[in-house]
């Protein structure tokens, strides 16, 4: 099983700075690895996939950067609507998916 | 539009059982991978089952293999998991997810899910 850590658990980080989010993978998954937003109450939002290829629609302050086992979701400069819960998932195993635990972006 | 919409959750007690539906609607559903993925309150994600387009080939996690069962019915756009002797800790929001592959590794990532339905197991 692919373990997949992030870090830190939550970020305090104020509108308009930039946000960098670490995601671990405990064996390498090449670029098989994704992003997701998560707002409360809503389900999750894909952001990045191949850890650098921005879904359709996601604005272009969102960049995600990594590969093998180490990996990174930068927001450039956080708008509002940016705090959330964000999550990492690798598909390196599938049709075995594993997600990390999440980090919670919260303003500052 | 691509739209997942989940039903029958609900109240059922340990050892029960419960079927849940996604329907889809606003792309082709016979040419896509489907998954469920889980998320117990206040925690995160957890992937429980995926199928094939064809419904030939099913994954599940080791949490729930025995007790669960994923199917479609391509005919009416339709994905399905029936749950039996549910456990407190089968506990969560399950979300219908579909798969998309990334043409790069022939490797399949999550690009939409519904809004999720809502289980409680619980005497």
């Known amino acids: 099983e692919i373990v997949m850590t992030q870090s830190p658990a939550t970020l305090s980080v104020s509108p308009g700075e930039r946000a960098t989010l670490s995601c671990r993978a405990s064996?390498?998954?090449?670029?098989?690895l994704a992003w997701y937003q998560q707002k409360p109450g809503q389900a999750p939002r894909l952001l990045i996939y191949?850890?650098?290829t921005r879904a359709t629609g996601i604005p272009a302050r969102f960049s995600g950067s990594g590969s093998g086992t180490e990996f990174t979701l930068t927001i450039s400069s956080l708008q509002s609507e940016d705090f959330a819960v964000y999550y990492c998932q690798q598909y390196n195993n599938w049709p075995r998916h594993s997600f990390g635990q999440g980090t919670k972006l919260e303003i500052k | 539009e691509v739209q997942l919409v989940e039903s029958g959750g609900g109240l059922v007690q340990p050892g029960g059982s419960l079927r849940l539906s996604c329907a889809a609607s606003?792309?082709?559903?016979?040419?896509?991978?489907m998954s469920w993925v889980r998320q117990a309150p206040g925690k995160g994600l957890e992937w429980v089952a995926n199928i094939k387009q064809d419904g030939s080939e099913k994954y599940y996690v080791d949490s729930v293999k025995g007790r669960f069962t994923i199917s479609r019915d391509n005919a009416k756009n339709s994905l399905y998991l029936q749950m039996n002797s549910l456990r407190a800790e089968d506990t969560a929001v399950y979300y219908c997810?579909?798969?998309?592959?990334?043409?790069?590794?022939?490797?399949?990532?999550?690009?939409?899910w519904g809004q999720g339905t809502l289980v409680t197991v619980s005497s």
């Open positions: 191949g850890a650098s």
């Open positions: 064996q390498s998954v090449s670029s098989n």
């Open positions: 997810a579909r798969d998309a592959e990334d043409r790069r590794t022939r490797s399949y990532y999550f690009d939409y």
């Open positions: 606003g792309f082709t559903f016979s040419s896509y991978w």
